[in-house]
Structures are given as C-alpha cells and as structure tokens.
C-alpha cells in the first residue's frame, strides 16, 4: 500500500467535508527558493490545481472552492498579472475536457468582468460547458475579495428594501447567504491555507463561521494529494460544535448512531 492509500485508508468516507476552500499560497516563494522566475511558481501551480481538483472528485467531496486571483491581486506588476490571467484562462481550455469527462461543474465567484476579455471568454466558456455536470462544483474564486461581495450583497438588499420589494425585517442572516456570490451553496466545512501564513486574506468571511482551519507550511505547486488527504484526516479528529458543549455533541452523535 503506498503512503496516500495508507492516509485514505484511514479517512471516514461517512464523514467527509462537504465544502472545501483553499488559499493557494506560496507560488512565488517556491519559485524563488530554485532560482526561477515567480510565473513559473504560478505555472507549478496549476499542476496542483488539477491534483486538488481530482482529488476531491475521486473522494465524493461535493465542493472545492479556490482562491484563484484576489481583488488585491491586480495590485501586482502588471507583468504579473498578465501571466496569471493567461494562465488561468489556458489552464481552464485545457482542462475543459477532463473536466466534462468527469462530471465536474465550473461556478465563477467575484467580479468576473473585470478579468481581461481573453480569459473571461475561456472561463465563461467553461462555465457553460460544464453547466449540466453534476459531480464535484468547482468553485473558482477570481477578482475576488470577501469585503466586495458582502457590499455587493448589502447594495442589492437596500435597492430591494428602498424599492419596496423587501422590508428590511425581511433580512435575515438566510437572506445575506443568499445574496452572496455563493448563494446556494453549503458554507465550507474545511479551510485549508498552504505555505505557512495564517490568516484568512478576505476569503469568504461570512462563510467561514464556523469552518474548520488548516494550515500548513507546505507550499502550493508541493501541495500533494497526500497533504490533501492529511488535511481531511485532521478535519475528522476534530469536535466540531457550532457554539455547542461537548457533551451536548457527543449527545447528538449518541442519538443518530445505528440502533444495532
Ligand atoms: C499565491 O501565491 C497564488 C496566487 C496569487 C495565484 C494562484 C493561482 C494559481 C495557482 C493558478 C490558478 C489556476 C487555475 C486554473 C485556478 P503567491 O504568488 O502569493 O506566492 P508567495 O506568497 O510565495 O509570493
């Protein structure tokens, strides 16, 4: 058995994360630990997309969410972000028909159209072409920044609520979810952030009120499916709570076990 079939085996198939969020970080400093220019940690990290993508495909997981290009991201070189937007938009055409042949659905988050004509088309393109899949939901988080879309949403709500169409004791916190660009889709159970800073960057802040949080020093292009796999071990030794007691979840836990 190799070292990932011993860490799956050892993964509870009944208890797998939902929703999985990943900041993709370390790009740039793996490329300047070799000596070479950070577009080709980008380009590294691509690889590591796929093997993300697979990997929660193969295991069931319903939702993988990927912090793609921030709203702070345009604040780079533009050389930079020339190469990421080229990147991102061959990536996408390339893997188009792996991801049909495997019943992944591409849903675009953050304000798509502010990505430059070229990549938009390809990513749109995805986006449509996968619109019937019904496997893994790959999220992809671009022109993206949590603060922009909790604005978004609260700019939608007070148009609908200066027009009469709501009243504002209609806003619940149902009714920001689904006013987000995440609308319909269960809040992440797991967030994993790679090469070693720990904090959440403006990702999904509303969503991740009671996700799980890991982070790991490993950097994103070295991100194996075995680091994967060690993330969501960790994730199931974990109690989550939801602002409960412990014995009050060991309770429930007691209540829905198999009366055998
Ligand atoms: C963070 O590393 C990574 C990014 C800003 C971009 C992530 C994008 C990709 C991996 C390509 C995505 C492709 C698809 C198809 C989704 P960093 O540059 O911040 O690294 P550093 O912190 O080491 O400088």
Redesign the pocket.
């Known amino acids: 058995m190799n070292n990932l079939d011993d860490i799956i085996s050892r993964i509870d198939p009944t208890r797998l994360p939902r929703h999985v969020a990943i900041i ?7 490329a300047n630990q070799l000596g070479r220019p ?1 577009s080709d ?2 380009a590294e ?2 690889s ?2 796929h093997r993300a993508v697979e990997f929660s495909s193969d295991m069931g997981i319903e939702y993988l969410t ?1 912090y ?2 921030s709203t702070e ?1 345009w604040n780079r070189p533009q050389e930079e972000v020339d190469t ?1 937007m080229y ?2 938009g061959w ?2 055409e390339r893997e188009l028909p792996d991801l049909i042949r495997n019943n992944v659905k591409i849903r675009l988050v953050g304000d798509i159209p502010r990505i430059p004509e070229d990549a938009r088309r390809r990513l749109l393109n995805a986006e449509k072409a996968t619109s019937h899949c019904t496997g893994l939901t790959l999220l ?1 988080c671009l022109s993206y920044s949590s603060r922009w879309e909790i604005a978004e949403a609260a700019r939608r709500l007070a148009t609908q609520a200066a027009e009469g169409v709501i009243s504002t004791s209609d806003i619940t916190e149902e009714l920001i979810s689904a006013n987000l660009a995440t609308a319909g889709v269960p809040d992440p159970d797991l967030l994993i952030r790679t ?1 070693g800073e720990e904090r959440i960057s403006n990702f999904l802040l509303w969503q991740i009120a009671y996700s799980e949080l890991y982070f790991t020093p490993v950097l ?1 292009p070295d991100f194996q499916k075995e680091n994967y796999a060690e993330a969501i071990l960790d994730y199931q030794n974990r109690e989550r709570r939801f602002g409960k007691t412990s014995a009050q979840v060991q309770q429930k836990d007691a209540d829905l076990e198999p009366n055998i």
């Open positions: 993709m970080d370390g790009n740039g400093r793996w950070r940690g980008h990290g691509v590591a997309v990927l793609a290009f991201n990421l990147l991102i990536a996408i992809m090469g994103w």
